[in-house]
Antibody, heavy 117, light 113 residues
């Protein structure tokens, strides 16, 4: 069965960086992309970007351009999302999801990132 | 970006009764390839979102047939024929017409009476 297992919760200070991992199993990793979606406390879903696990092509949400980098490691079927220059409004649960390039289908369990001084 | 607008924002339904959620997009979601890139997700309390419906009306693997999707162009509807207790949570529509960026509706919270 398809599974996406994310790394654990993080607490960061403003201005720091965070890197969240997402290990995929149960399917051919390079046949799909990975989307990252975040959810601030009590809020809705916000798409952050997409990466092709096949060739590493990326598309990022305009508001995060310059602060976010998405990568994959095909040897371990793991995707990564790094967000830099963290602010308090980056506090959210971050989800990875398998994505053939038009919609997320299977989602990870989420990683809580708290930004606080 | 395409704006997705859901109504109502909350819904309280007696078990066994039907429920309906509307989603309207600011632009047509019909692509030149003939597909309409409208999706429905359910986020149960404390859980990750789960895909219910893809391309307007196709149920994802394992989704009960009491869930159905319909619509075209800019107007879409998710219907639950007979609400069960396990259906509580927040329902989101999402568009993928321009592939990226995806945009979600605000969410509709379903509660059981």
């Amino acid at each position: 069965q398809v599974q996406l297992v994310q790394s654990g919760a993080e607490v960061k200070k403003p201005g720091a960086s965070v890197k969240v991992s997402c290990k995929a199993s149960g399917y051919t990793f390079t046949s799909y992309g990975i989307s990252w979606v975040r959810q601030a406390p009590g809020q809705g879903l916000e798409w952050m970007g997409w990466i092709s696990a096949y060739n590493g092509n990326t598309n990022y949400a305009q508001k995060l351009q310059g602060r976010v980098t998405m990568t994959t490691d095909t040897s371990t079927s793991t995707a990564y999302m790094e967000l830099r220059s963290l602010r308090s409004d980056d506090t959210a649960v971050y989800y990875c999801a398998r994505d053939p390039h038009d919609h997320p289908d299977y989602w990870g369990q989420g990683t809580l990132v708290t930004v606080s001084s | 970006d395409i704006v997705m607008t859901q109504t109502p924002l909350s819904l309280s339904v007696t078990p066994g009764q039907p429920a309906s959620i509307s989603c309207k997009s600011s632009q047509s979601l019909l692509h030149s390839d003939g597909k309409t890139y409208l999706y429905w997700y359910l986020q149960k309390p404390g859980q990750s979102p789960q895909l219910l419906i893809y391309e307007v009306s196709s149920r994802f693997s394992g989704v009960p047939d009491r869930f159905s999707g319909s619509g075209s162009g800019t107007d879409f509807t998710l219907k639950i024929s007979r609400v069960e207790a396990e259906d509580v949570g927040v329902y989101y529509c999402m568009q993928g017409i321009h592939l990226l960026p995806y945009t979600f509706g605000q969410g509709t919270k379903l509660e059981i009476k």
